[in-house]
């Protein structure tokens, strides 16, 4: 298949080729850029939301309800998974496994499993490509799963709109000593397998430490739910709703989607740093301490010329 | 004070001069570049370490006893602490900071406080500057003191060539759980606080979590210690001699620092990309959305072109 027919294919919604496309930007197959640039353009919005949480917090099945529930609304869903333990990614049980199936052979679902290493441009890097593309591709809905124990999981959630933290009954003395991180990025908590005991008490302690937290406009809410159960689902999706609905109505989407493009940028910079665009000699150079690492970088981006002309195309 | 004169008393390993630099570096004000890459070329091989851990670990103290000891040996002692909770920048309780003062009048230690925010740069790029700084003046062992708690804490330490994680009794479960970063970090681990309960199980917790760990070839020992009574710094410090004659003698050492000369190059591109050296109307394009990230980081680093002919001339 040459660049634009793949191109073609993948715009007209073709899963194979957003499959092929995802790999051919993830692997830097020659035409990578071209094709990145071709979705950027033909992106038709799509709603992204992170869903994180440690192992063992019934992240996959509530993901699972999830689409599920946006299905019967007719979304088009595609789900990215970065999480070891995820049924998606193959690191589960195997009666997860087989839940997840039923959603294998609907074509408005789209799975990728991505692995947590072996990208070249890093793993936030990765999962923002493969959301431009299938939002090219026609799905409304992107749902990127994670497990928010590192910095790298963390960063990839960053990539979604509005981040879902789920939560074990019983885990709030955790989140208060260790996992202030996590308690930052959740645009939403909610307290799953709420039919386990401890559920309303972590529900209340969850509720004390938003409450506690800066006013920042958004005040993000604390949702019970049971995957297992089916219970709170639509309780979920409506906080989701809720916090997109706010971002528009404050204006804060645009400035939020301006500073994901600008962390994507550098992403992309550190990204061609490790591979081939920056001379060998002068990363050589830099590897032995032949220069300096600050002049070394000034050496690279120096002169920032000749971009002008190229914006003012793309603009055209 | 020139440019010239600044790096010439820098160099002579006056005090002032060290702190001036330092200064002009992290506001990047001008000539800081040139004043960088002299100190750079002037480095004198200054061996580093870094400690952290958990807030409350008695890391400052750790560090007090340390710089005794180095400066009975008459080595010159730099120390970069970015930890809040340490008396070196004023986080601390009264009493600490008074201890510390012995120090001050000490013409061999330089102290140097860093915020954990507000580096154009970021914290790693800015440490970074002052181990540069700190060697070309004279100093022969640089301390860098964080605490471990977040990404750009861990960035910071990496800083390092050794880095000491202190824990307190009684610490195990946590690490255990959600430490992991922190204990991957680790080339020497410091129970620290002996002589309260718990510690030798902490220490035992330790060395099975460490034998547990893939063998890498060097095995981070776990000492005890107890620095208010001013025990077992000796062996702290005997540690961390070991693990740097374990890397010199495996040739790790080669292969950690230019791995470290890479990631500060990284660190130094992508603070330019923040400040001026990216053009604005790029970056107002990224952000507007009307350049897609990674045909933009393809722009700014594109042509790669007048970089050997500069490389040439600094290898010379």
């Known amino acids: 298949m040459t660049d634009g027919a793949l191109i073609e294919s993948l715009l007209a919604g073709d899963r194979r080729a957003l499959a092929r496309a995802i790999s051919v930007v993830e692997d830097r197959r020659p035409g ?3 094709l990145l640039a071709a979705a950027w353009k033909a992106r038709r919005g799509a709603a992204t939301v992170g869903i994180t949480g440690v192992p063992g917090a019934g992240k996959s099945t509530l993901v699972d309800g999830l689409i599920g529930l946006l299905r019967s609304t007719q979304s088009q869903v595609a789900v990215v ?9 193959g690191g589960s049980l195997l009666g997860d496994r087989i839940r997840m199936q039923r959603h294998v052979s609907d074509p408005g679902v789209f799975v990728r499993s ?29 749902i990127i799963e994670t497990v928010g124990v590192g910095q790298s999981e963390i960063e990839v959630i960053g990539v ?23 308690l930052e990025a959740g645009d939403v908590f909610v ?31 604390v949702v019970l739910a049971s995957s297992t159960l089916q ?20 204006g804060e989407d645009v400035s939020a989607r301006s500073a994901r493009n600008l962390a994507q940028f550098e992403r992309a910079v550190s990204a061609s740093l490790r ?5 060998a000699d002068l990363l050589a150079a830099v590897r032995s301490g032949v220069i300096d690492p600050w002049t070394a970088a000034g050496m690279l981006l120096g002169s920032g010329t000749q971009t002008s002309r190229v914006i003012s195309d793309n603009s055209a």
Chains 1, 2 share one sequence.
């Open 160 to 182: 979604a709109e509005t981040t879902v933290v789920v939560i074990p009954p019983g885990w709030g003395d955790a989140v208060q000593t260790s996992k202030a991180g996590l």
């Open 231 to 250: 219970q709170g689902i639509e309780d979920v999706w409506a906080a989701v709703a809720e916090h997109r609905s706010f971002l528009a109505s404050s």
């Open 32 to 34: 990578w850029r071209t």
């Open 114 to 142: 991505m692995a947590s290493r072996g990208h070249l441009g890093g793993l936030a890097d990765a999962t923002s490509g493969v959301v431009v593309l299938a939002d090219a591709a026609g799905f409304d809905q992107v």
């Open 275 to 279: 591979s081939a665009l920056a001379p």
């Open 191 to 221: 307290v799953n397998k709420s039919d386990l005991p401890g559920a309303a008490e972590t529900a209340a302690d969850l509720t004390a430490m938003v409450d506690l937290g800066l006013p920042k406009g958004w005040k993000p809410p």
């Open 81 to 89: 998974a970065v999480d070891p333990s995820s049924p998606f990614t």
